[in-house]
């Protein structure tokens, strides 16, 4: 039989901010890093400061790495329950998706400013200096 997965509510986890308990919610997962706080290498001030709250969008501001999101499994306790969830794990993955269709005519238009830089110094060089 595999272990149920415990459930939170955002509420309940609100009081859990101190250094002798201390949860942050990254995706909709409930972490427990009361026991990381001295190890992590970002201080134990940056996830203080999150403590009981979602801390989802602070973690991917400092693109942890592929160790730092393997070693997070370690302290996870559990999940929020369906109506606290955001739909955050779908916009993050969309943040790095760079598929966007480029403009078709603007490839003229980035030679326009340095052009137009080019032809300005050459007459300010030749008014000044001939
Ligand atoms: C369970 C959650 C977390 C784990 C397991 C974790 C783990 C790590 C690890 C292993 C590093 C070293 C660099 C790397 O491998 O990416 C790191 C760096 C860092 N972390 Fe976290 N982290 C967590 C949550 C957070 C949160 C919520 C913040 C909020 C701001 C944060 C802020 C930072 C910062 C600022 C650094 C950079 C330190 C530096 O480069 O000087 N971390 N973290």
Known sequence: MQDQVKLFTREELKARNTETDCILIIHN?????TEFLEEHPGGLEVLMELAGKDASEAFEDVSHSSDA???M???KIGELVEADRTA???SFATTWNNDQ???PNNAWSA?????LLGVAATFLYRFLFL
């Open 111 to 115: 030679w326009l400013v340095p052009l």
């Open 101 to 103: 269709p480029q403009e």
């Open 29 to 33: 997962g409930v972490y427990n890093v």
């Open 69 to 71: 999101r393997s070693l």
């Open 88 to 90: 955050s794990k779908a």
């Open 73 to 75: 499994k370690k302290y």
